[in-house]
């Protein structure tokens, strides 16, 4: 089960921190990643990590403002959004699979995400 929080709102140019809390004790062993869906629009990807942190990867779009970071101890990950847009705007998930690149095997529910201009 994976639980996202951190979302909120924010001003263009602000910073939020999202946080997925992961259960069960095989989370270290999951590429973990975020998504995230804007009104009308799919689900996209935003950026993943591999199982120990040593390769992150990012949307084009993001590139440069988010971080993607994990603990396993604490069986968390992390995305630090910095330079926000109002094109961020959209309901982020926390997901998590068994490969990089792979289907996604878990979701977290969402949590909301809105950058006002």
């Given at each position: 089960q994976l639980q996202a929080s951190g979302g909120g709102l924010v001003q263009a140019g602000g910073s939020l921190r999202l946080s997925c809390a992961a259960s069960g004790r095989t989370?270290?062993?999951y590429t973990?990643?975020?998504f995230r869906q804007a009104p009308g629009k799919e689900r996209?990807?935003?950026a993943a990590i591999n199982w120990n942190g040593g390769r992150t990867y990012y949307a084009n779009s993001v590139k440069g403002r988010f971080t993607i970071s994990r603990d396993n101890a604490k069986n968390t990950v992390y995305l630090q959004m910095n330079s926000l847009k109002p094109?961020?705007?959209a309901v982020y998930y926390c997901a998590a699979s068994t490969v990089v690149g792979g289907p996604v095997d878990y979701w977290?529910?969402?949590t909301q995400v809105t950058v006002s201009s």
């Amino acid at each position: 089960q994976l639980q996202a929080s951190g979302g909120g709102l924010v001003q263009a140019g602000g910073s939020l921190r999202l946080s997925c809390a992961a259960s069960g004790r095989t989370f270290s062993t999951y590429t973990m990643g975020w998504f995230r869906q804007a009104p009308g629009k799919e689900r996209e990807f935003v950026a993943a990590i591999n199982w120990n942190g040593g390769r992150t990867y990012y949307a084009n779009s993001v590139k440069g403002r988010f971080t993607i970071s994990r603990d396993n101890a604490k069986n968390t990950v992390y995305l630090q959004m910095n330079s926000l847009k109002p094109e961020d705007t959209a309901v982020y998930y926390c997901a998590a699979s068994t490969v990089v690149g792979g289907p996604v095997d878990y979701w977290g529910q969402g949590t909301q995400v809105t950058v006002s201009s």
